[in-house]
């Protein structure tokens, strides 16, 4: 039975770093942002709201399939310390069953769609769409490889050129009238252009054979974080769902504001690097002292980018709305200032995952999240008396204790990884950022009594202000994650090492 290595040859460097890694992670993150947005608004242009509409009612019903799509096969593969050809070629055949009954019942279900929505048109549109999952078929195997090799420059050219495959299939049948078929033929090219990318790039050849124990071992991870997946995915819309049934619509639209901001440090930052640091930690899972490493400078460059950011859309938050979105937004600008800390806590808090999934304990993940979830709906349901400002209250509330918790336990995996360490390795971070957040304030102060209602003055003097005194604090006692975010950022490595003068600590 040959087995698969991706070890480099003594002597030979890896491909890619951690830090070139993450930024090819980003490039691909920005750039397809980028240019799903240049498309999307030529398509506004060229197709009326309701085609957008439609598809997005079909993609409520084939996104939570989807969940169940690849069994958790593709984080598997990066987690296993030594993989085989035989295992290989078994996982390849179950994913692509079970991704060909997840078409088969996205298909089926397809007429319900079309009931819960009370439009007939949505059925073949779901049914269409359910096509997807067969080049999802095809190409986890590949990805899951290249994942675990932090091949990331060629995923970001395989997920750039999905997106421009997009772009260039859905402009000209929206010109030539396809209406909502071109959002679907534009969603399947997509689809079907990164799984010829992925498998050009990595050109794997399924053989007929059965590996019963690693399969068992592979599906055993990969169900329990499929698991995990499903419960955190109703846990996360348990707020909407309160808010909107127990408030209304009006103050769901104030929430829902101010938790996409909320997001903003998670979506922008922490994805990128949790993204390439599973992967590194899967390779150091049975050295913990540089597992610990590798984590701790990991989340302090987190922090390091995130941390200021929220703080100062915290303290520039009334200006900020009245100069973006207007006055009938101000009642969102409490609840943005509310959540601002748990943007903070997210932004750290989705590399924990990491940390499980690297151990192979998916399973502990699963059951963390199956006690942390119903307490996080009780703490919305607890809230609504006070209105939704009393949700969001309790929800950060909830996620100061759960956050430690789960700290907690998922560094009792990893010697010589505590909270205690953790936070002692963000206190300059998190005092650089008190820094500047009291500077910001106080230019909000002066301004609202020498410039009243000048929000863009507000902004631009406070966000100055806030950036300089961070920058200051950070230079005079510079945290150990700063010349991490200075690679992470791709400072030349000679700038980058000059920022920080050797410490004892």
Known sequence: ????????????????????????SAFSKYGAQGMQFVISMVLARLLAPEYFGLLGMAT???????????????????????????LLSTLFWVNLGACILGG????????????????????PIVAVLSVSFLFNGLSTIPTGLMTRQMEFKKLAIRELGG?????????????????????????????LAQTVLINLAVPFRPRFVFDRQGLSESL?????????????????????????VFLGPVALGYYSLAYKLMLLPRDSVSKIVTRVLFPKLAKLQDDD???????????????????????????????????VLGEKWLPAV??????????????????????????????????????????????????IPWGVQGVAVVY???????????????????????????????????????????????????????????????????????AAAFSVFSLRYPPDALKDAAQLISLPRPVATFLVRPQTR
């Open 289 to 323: 002292e540089r597992l610990a490493d590798v984590y701790l400078r990991a989340t302090g460059a987190i922090a390091f980018i995130t941390f200021p950011l929220m703080a100062g859309l915290a303290v520039l938050a009334e200006p900020f709305v009245l100069l």
């Open 1 to 24: 039975m040959a087995t698969t290595t991706d070890n480099p040859k003594p002597g030979k460097k890896p491909k890619e770093d951690f830090y070139s890694s993450v930024r090819w």
């Open 396 to 466: 950060v509330l909830t996620n100061l204790i759960l956050q430690g918790v789960q700290f907690h336990i998922a560094f009792s995996l990893v010697d010589g990884l505590s909270l205690s360490r953790l936070i002692r390795h963000l206190a300059r971070t998190a005092m650089a950022t008190i820094a500047a957040t009291t500077a910001a304030f106080g230019v909000v102060l002066l301004t609202s009594i020498y410039w009243p209602g000048s929000s863009l003055a507000t902004i631009a003097i406070g966000g100055s202000v806030g």
């Open 163 to 191: 997106v421009l495959v997009s772009g260039l299939t859905a402009i000209p049948l929206a010109y030539q009238g396809w209406g909502v078929w071109a959002l679907v033929a534009s969603t399947l090219a997509s689809s």
């Open 334 to 383: 409490p609840l943005i200032q509310l959540l601002a800390p748990v943007g903070m806590l997210q932004s750290i808090g989705s590399t924990r995952g990491q940390v499980f999934l690297a151990k192979g304990r998916a399973d502990l993940m699963l059951k963390l999240n199956l006690v942390t979830s119903p307490l996080t709906v009780a703490g919305f349901l607890a809230g």
């Open 104 to 123: 088969l019942v996205v298909v089926g279900i397809s007429p319900l769609a079309a009931w819960m929505y009370d439009d007939p048109r949505v059925t």
């Open 60 to 86: 409520v019903i084939t996104g939570f399939v989807k969940l169940f799509k690849n069994l958790g096969i593709s984080s598997a593969i990066v987690q296993r310390k030594e993989l085989s050809d035989d």
């Open 220 to 244: 055993k991870f990969g169900l329990n974080l499929t698991g995990f997946n499903i419960f955190n995915y109703f846990a996360r819309n348990a707020d909407n769902f309160v808010i909107g």
